[in-house]
């Protein structure tokens, strides 16, 4: 009996290693391809290349999938009319960096900035019904930012920025939406949203 309940612990502790070496090793993977997504995004917004960015969005991309999931017949006009739409909301996003606007990410990445990635930190999305194998993982980017002139940098909480860490959200493709399972998607990581971290900003 005894060695019974010894046998069964073991195995459950293999188990439970093997599955954590597994997560690691996707995590590990993961964080290469977050950073890359991250760094051609803020490129893309950076250079205002609106299709790029359009690509990398969560929320176009999910807009997308919801048109392709319908049963209308006229798809290509109903794709063609979100695109614009976005776009003009990009082409009008605020100057004043706010969080909950669309297309926030424009009023905080320039041209005139330089940037580098300090750190990506991969979390476990406990609220997203999707199996484990389909990466129930999100991703928090930290990037620190810096704008070489005052009348080039980002307007938050009512003063210009002169350096600052941003903290970028990604989700995967495969968690956009329920609407994934009945299409095909590309998969890759996309931008969520971006907010600025309090703590470390420097004012001009």
């Known amino acids: 009996m ?3 309940r010894a046998l069964l612990f073991l195995l459950a502790a293999v188990i439970s290693t093997a599955v954590i070496g597994i997560y690691l090793f996707l995590v590990s993977g993961d964080k290469k391809a977050v950073m ?3 760094d051609k995004y803020i490129q893309a917004v950076m250079n205002r290349d609106f299709d790029a ?3 990398l969005n969560a929320a ?6 919801f048109i392709l999931k319908g049963h209308g ?3 290509e006009e109903l794709l063609k009319r979100a695109y614009n739409e976005q776009k003009a909301l990009f082409d009008s996003a605020e100057e004043a960096f706010n969080s909950k606007a669309a297309w926030a990410e424009k ?3 320039f041209q005139s900035m330089s940037y580098r990635i300090l750190n990506v930190t991969m979390e476990r999305d ?3 019904p999707s199996a484990f194998f389909r990466k129930r993982v999100n991703a928090i980017v930290e990037v620190e930012v810096e704008y070489r002139k005052k009348e080039d940098s980002p307007v938050y909480k009512g003063r210009s920025i002169r350096k600052a860490v941003c903290l970028i959200k990604l989700i995967h493709s495969k968690n956009i939406t329920k609407a994934v399972r009945y299409i095909a998607i590309d998969d890759k990581w996309l931008f969520k949203g971006i907010t600025v971290r309090d703590a470390d900003v420097v004012y001009w």
């Open 2 to 4: 005894l060695k019974n």
């Open 36 to 38: 890359a997504t991250t």
């Open 53 to 55: 960015v359009y690509d």
């Open 60 to 65: 176009s991309r999910k807009q997308v999938a």
């Open 73 to 75: 017949a006229d798809k």
């Open 107 to 109: 009023s905080t990445l």
């Open 126 to 128: 406990i609220d997203n």
